[in-house]
């Protein structure tokens, strides 16, 4: 089984950016698409973002599109999630998944996966 460590949260004041790292270990990361996804205190789990192993093709929810970016790097077995332009209300532990799902409707784009094995997340908390 792919297991993944998710690093890199930490707390930024409004406006600032983290790159947050997903790292596997034993088996290698260039089969699997993988996804980010995140859940904030009281709240459901919700997709981020997923790129893909094929082509690395990436999808984002509408309240992250433009700000931050996904991207992987085979060689080093890492996945990645620049965020830039970080608000508050994208605090929350972020976890990264092999096997991400994704459904566009038009330009609006949901995030899931089949599964419910986590990794330990990444808290990122945002605030002045």
């Known amino acids: 089984q792919l297991q993944l460590v998710e690093s890199g949260g930490g707390s930024v004041q409004p406006g600032g950016s983290l790159r947050l790292s997903c790292a596997a270990s034993?088996?290698?990361?260039?089969?699997?698409?993988i996804g980010w996804f995140r859940q904030a205190p009281g709240k459901e789990r919700e997709g981020v973002s997923c790129?893909?192993?094929?082509?690395?093709?990436?999808v984002y929810v509408d309240s992250v599109k433009g700000r931050f970016t996904i991207s992987r790097d085979n060689a080093k077995n890492t996945v990645y999630l620049q965020m830039n332009s970080l608000k508050p209300e994208d605090t929350a532990v972020y976890f990264c998944?092999?096997?991400?799902?994704?459904?566009?409707?038009?330009?609006?784009?949901?995030?899931?996966?089949?599964?419910?094995?986590w990794g330990q997340g990444t808290q990122v908390t945002v605030s002045s």
């Open positions: 034993r088996f290698t990361l260039d089969y699997n698409s």
């Open positions: 998944a092999p096997d991400c799902l994704t459904d566009c409707i038009g330009d609006v784009c949901y995030v899931s996966r089949i599964g419910d094995d």
């Open positions: 790129i893909a192993s094929s082509d690395g093709s990436t």
